[in-house]
């Protein structure tokens, strides 16, 4: 089972770009790797997702080198709403998109 | 994208009471899933709950202590059975939406706060 890891924690400032990145050593062929972000006492938020490469959209940028054992999601200029747990999480494609959850990215965004 | 509800929002509970939480979708999906977020950690998968066939329990979790019913393609229930306040967490339920080139989006509900005392 592919299993991702993530810093626990991170510090911003508002304005700043903000890069989290995941490793999946584990992951398969046919998954793919997709972001969440989770606010206190709320389901988690999808971000973004991909399987290679750089995907784009309104919110961030997930890169994802070839061999796809890591990627990173980039925040651009961040503000104090963006303070959230971020989960980095594998697709599991085979198993009707399944995913299991790692402890996440505790990011703040100081002023 | 999906967008789901979820009933009660928050309920406290007496020890050994039972609860059931709904989970209703604005459109017809296959796959569904329950999860479990303790206080301050993660989430945990419960089970998958797909329509026509029985719930799949993740190792942990059996079906006597948190039954869970897919009667059609837009709803779920998850029923925590005889409780304790180990079992105060929040409940969620999520649905796979399939998208362009095949690709899977889970989407959550807001969940369903509960206290055991």
């Known amino acids: 089972l592919a299993k991702t890891t993530q810093p626990i924690s991170m510090d911003s400032y508002e304005g700043q770009e903000v890069n989290i990145t995941c490793s999946h050593n584990n992951i398969a062929t046919n998954d793919y790797i997709t972001w969440y972000q989770q606010f206190p006492s709320q389901g988690p938020r999808f971000i973004i997702q991909g399987y290679k490469t750089k995907v784009t959209n309104e919110v961030a940028s997930l890169f994802i080198p070839a061999d796809r054992k890591s990627s990173t999601l980039s925040l651009p200029r961040v503000s104090l709403s963006d303070t959230a747990v971020y989960y980095c999480l594998v697709v599991l494609y085979n198993q009707g998109g399944k995913l299991i959850f790692g402890q996440g990215t505790e990011l703040s965004v100081k002023p | 994208s999906a967008v789901i509800s979820q009933k009660p929002s928050r309920d406290i509970c007496q020890r050994g009471t039972s609860l059931t939480i709904q989970c209703q979708v604005d459109?017809?999906?296959?796959?569904m899933f329950w999860y479990r977020q303790q206080p301050g950690q993660s989430l945990t998968l419960i089970a998958t709950?797909?329509?026509?066939?029985?719930?799949?329990?993740e190792s942990g979790f059996v079906i006597d202590k948190f039954p869970i019913s897919r009667p059609n393609l837009t709803f779920s229930t998850l029923t925590v059975s005889n409780m304790s306040p180990e079992d105060s967490s929040i409940y969620l339920c999520?649905?796979?939406?399939?998208?362009?080139?095949?690709?899977?989006?889970?989407?959550f509900g807001p969940g369903t706060r509960l206290t055991v005392l």
């Open positions: 459109s017809q999906v296959t796959m």
């Open positions: 709950a797909n329509q026509g066939s029985e719930a799949t329990y």
């Open positions: 999520s649905v796979v939406v399939r998208g362009q080139g095949a690709t899977d989006t889970q989407y």
